[in-house]
């Protein structure tokens, strides 16, 4: 018996902060679940490459912007990957060379050729007019330059020019409140008049408690709402483009399994490396081999 009170205690104090806090409101939240629930991507696999940057994959596959810049501290990893991947795929561009003799230290060498697009071209300066005047520099040394320069605001600008390329596109963030405004409306619209007739059945039990509970009340519903506009909500478009990224990495580790690959499988594969950074496989190596030896199958017999 006493759980079965323990629950009811719980349950009622759960309800009550849910007048208070919409974002603790658990039918709000079903709505919120089902909503996102209806976005389904049309397949488990996606066989195409992705119209998006290494970057702006490696940030809507994090989802909600995990990494938030205050002091540039290259210490996280997400960064190291960052710069990574964009140098993979620079080179698969032809924007640079790489010299993968030392396979995790490996060597980028500089062209001499213009490129337009401002991200990479945004990397590729910093890299060979900032920190090396070299036409060759090893990542390892891009790294370490982050690492005693913990207070350059390069990456700081980096961070904000892929944030605005994927808003642009679709993918971005809110606060609950943005996103939900008329619900929160309606919601404060019931709210409120439910939590006047609970002041004034405390008034009528004791007239002084009642009074006290007036601006206890408001300041609750002020925090709540304060604390709801600071939880941060994924627009519509960045549910399903996360899910079509997923429905990618799916078949990037079942590819060898799979029928129907699509037109783009090839330039897929050649693209694999830097996808498998972005979705933490690179150190799979018995999934590399079999691209490799997919790779080797498929040029063997387009050369036939």
Same mark, same amino acid.
């Given at each position: 018996?006493?759980?079965?009170?323990?629950?009811?205690?719980v349950?009622?104090v759960?309800?009550?902060?849910?007048?208070?806090?919409?974002s603790?409101?658990i039918?709000f939240?079903m709505?919120?679940?089902?909503?996102?629930?209806?976005?389904?991507?049309e397949?488990s696999?996606?066989?195409?490459?992705?119209?998006?940057?290494?970057?702006?994959?490696?940030?809507?596959?994090?989802?909600?912007?995990?990494?938030?810049?205050?002091?540039v501290?290259?210490?996280?990893?997400?960064?190291e990957k960052?710069?990574?991947?964009?140098?993979?795929?620079?080179?698969l561009?032809?924007?640079?060379?790489?010299?993968?003799?030392?396979?995790?230290?490996?060597?980028?060498?500089?062209?001499d050729?213009?490129?337009?697009?401002?991200?990479?071209?945004l990397?590729?300066?910093?890299?060979?007019?900032?920190?090396t &005047?070299? $036409?060759?520099? @090893?990542?390892?040394?891009? *790294?370490? %330059?982050?690492?005693?320069?913990?207070?350059?605001? =390069? !990456?700081?600008?980096?961070?904000?020019?892929?944030?605005?390329?994927?808003?642009?596109?679709?993918?971005?963030?809110?606060?609950?409140?943005t996103?939900?405004?008329?619900?929160?409306?309606?919601?404060?619209?019931?709210?409120?008049?439910?939590?006047?007739?609970?002041?004034?059945?405390?008034?009528?039990?004791?007239?002084?408690?009642?009074?006290?509970?007036?601006?206890?009340?408001?300041?609750?519903?002020?925090?709540g709402?304060?604390?709801?506009? &600071?939880? $941060?909500?994924? @627009?519509?478009?960045?549910? *399903?483009? %996360?899910?079509?990224?997923k429905?990618l990495?799916? =078949? !990037?580790?079942?590819?060898?399994?799979?029928?129907?690959?699509?037109?783009?499988?090839?330039?897929?594969?050649?693209?694999?490396?830097?996808?498998?950074?972005?979705?933490?496989?690179?150190?799979?190596?018995?999934?590399?081999?079999?691209?490799?030896?997919?790779?080797?199958?498929?040029?063997?017999s387009?050369?036939k």
């Open positions: 018996m006493i759980y079965l009170y323990i629950f009811l205690f349950f009622v759960f309800v009550f902060l849910g007048l208070f806090f919409p603790a409101n039918f939240q709505g919120i679940l089902k909503k996102y629930k209806k976005i389904q991507f397949s696999y996606y066989r195409e490459i992705l119209s998006y940057s290494p970057s702006e994959i490696f940030y809507i596959y994090q989802k909600n912007f995990k990494e938030q810049i205050e002091k501290n290259l210490m996280n990893k997400n960064y960052l710069i990574k991947i964009n140098l993979l795929k620079m080179e561009l032809g924007y640079v060379d790489i010299d993968y003799s030392n396979s995790d230290d490996f060597h980028i060498i500089a062209k050729i213009l490129i337009l697009d401002e991200e990479y071209s990397l590729y300066n910093f890299i060979f007019n900032k920190i &005047s070299e $036409k060759e520099i @090893s990542l390892y040394e891009i *790294y370490n %330059y982050f690492y005693n320069n913990p207070e350059t605001t =390069f !990456l700081l600008k980096w961070d904000n020019l892929i944030k605005e390329k994927i808003r642009k596109k679709g993918f971005y963030e809110g606060n609950f409140i996103f939900y405004g008329d619900k929160i409306k309606k919601y404060y619209t019931i709210v409120i008049p439910i939590l006047i007739i609970i002041d004034l059945i405390l008034m009528f039990i004791s007239f002084k408690f009642g009074l006290i509970m007036i601006p206890i009340f408001a300041v609750f519903l002020i925090f709402y304060y604390e709801t506009k &600071s939880l $941060k909500v994924v @627009s519509d478009k960045g549910v *399903y483009e %996360y899910r079509k990224i429905a990495k799916k =078949f !990037l580790k079942d590819f060898s399994i799979v029928n129907e690959k699509g037109p783009e499988y090839v330039k897929l594969l050649e693209d694999y490396i830097i996808y498998a950074n972005i979705f933490g496989m690179s150190k799979d190596d018995s999934i590399i081999k079999k691209v490799q030896n997919e790779l080797e199958y498929i040029t063997k387009s050369v």
